[in-house]
């Protein structure tokens, strides 16, 4: 049976957050009989299109999917459970903010079914928490990381460095308590400034300083190197860990395998469909109520635009991507994939390697990924 990956978003927070998308999702309560009907029938629809498919992942994000009630998370698991096959070794993710209300639950979602969570606790100690606008701190943020280490046989946390004036030393030891902790994988980003931010009209005012790209590519590395002596090598560009604990979900993504996403501004891949759905939450229960589904689009792809996301994603990976795989998948001329005279460019500064057909970009090479992405992947492949 095809694998197949699910995604499931809760758009609902308990609190503004500064960086949230979904501020204006914020409620005090929720008709959770509602929202379960409402779910349980937008998964119903992705399920009659994508019969006798196994699925591999199930992922709960969104704005406080730990929030959702363990009863209705199990409910959306047994549904799941009959529309498709699992997988034996199924990994089930809940995102989990750190906080003390949160960590209560997590005993009963595990017997809900979860069997990973990924915390974002971003940061180990107070004054930085408050820098990055989050609710916790430090104390409540590790409790809950003790918590999610007794009751779940997968734990994942996030941490963001190359902060204004971090030092490597400063972030060496920031990773090496993280690394203490002994979870099998951790997610490792660097901050950057998004037009729009708080960081952003900051750094406009001169009141913020970012780290500069020669800073910034030093903790990269220095990250890369304290990783993989702890046992948690990077896999993905920002993603570490032990062997066999990769995100199977993420991979999904990165290696471009189909996924359905249900509820509110949920995205997929169906095939060679891209779907979305309503992001407001109310005019995704009409559309539901309307016509039995969440979705506000369903587009065609075209073979070079899934080349070229196959391509801008796989490069992510450690593994890289397979262009001769890539050729026959789409039906392309391998030739036509990547920019040759950039590939011979950019291998023999030693910032991508190729071996036979398989193309990865290099440690050397991850730091400036965005950029060697622009230059490798034609832009006219998309029109193909």
Known sequence: MTPLALYIHW?????????????????????????????????????????????????????????????????????????WAFDPNIEITLEANPSSVEAARFAALATAGINRVSLGLQALDDETLRFLGRLHDAREGLAALDVAQRHFRRVSFDLIYARPGQT????????????????????????????????????????????????????????????????????????????????????????????????????????????????????????IDRIGHGLAEERPLLPGEQASEALLMGLRLGEGVDLGALSARFGLPRDTLIDADKARFYGDLGLIAQDGARLTVTAQGMPLLDALLGELVPADLVAS
Not at 31 to 51: K, Y
Not at 66 to 83: I, K
């Open 11 to 83: 758009p609902f927070c308990l609190a503004k957050c500064p960086y949230c998308d979904f501020n204006s999702h914020v409620r005090d309560r929720v008709d959770v009989a509602q929202w379960q009907q409402a779910l349980l029938t937008d998964m119903a629809h992705e399920a009659a299109l994508t019969p006798g498919r196994r699925l591999t992942s199930i992922f709960f994000g969104g704005g406080t999917p730990s929030l959702m009630p363990p009863a209705l998370v199990e409910a959306l698991l047994a549904a799941a459970a009959q529309h």
């Open 168 to 287: 490597p030393a400063l972030w060496a030891a920031e990773l090496a308590r993280a690394l203490s902790f002994g979870t099998g994988h951790l997610s490792l980003y660097q901050l950057t400034i998004e037009p729009g931010t708080r960081f952003a009209t900051l750094v406009r005012e001169g009141t913020l300083t970012p780290l500069d790209d020669d800073a910034g590519a030093d903790l990269f590395a220095l990250t890369r190197d304290l990783t993989a002596a702890a046992g948690l090598p990077a896999y993905e560009i920002s993603n570490h860990a032990r062997p066999g604990e990769e995100s199977r979900h993420n991979l999904t993504y990165w290696r471009y395998g189909d996924y359905v996403g249900i509820g509110p501004g949920a995205h997929g891949r169906r095939r060679n469909l891209a779907t979305t759905r309503h992001r407001k939450p109310e005019n995704w229960l009409a559309a």
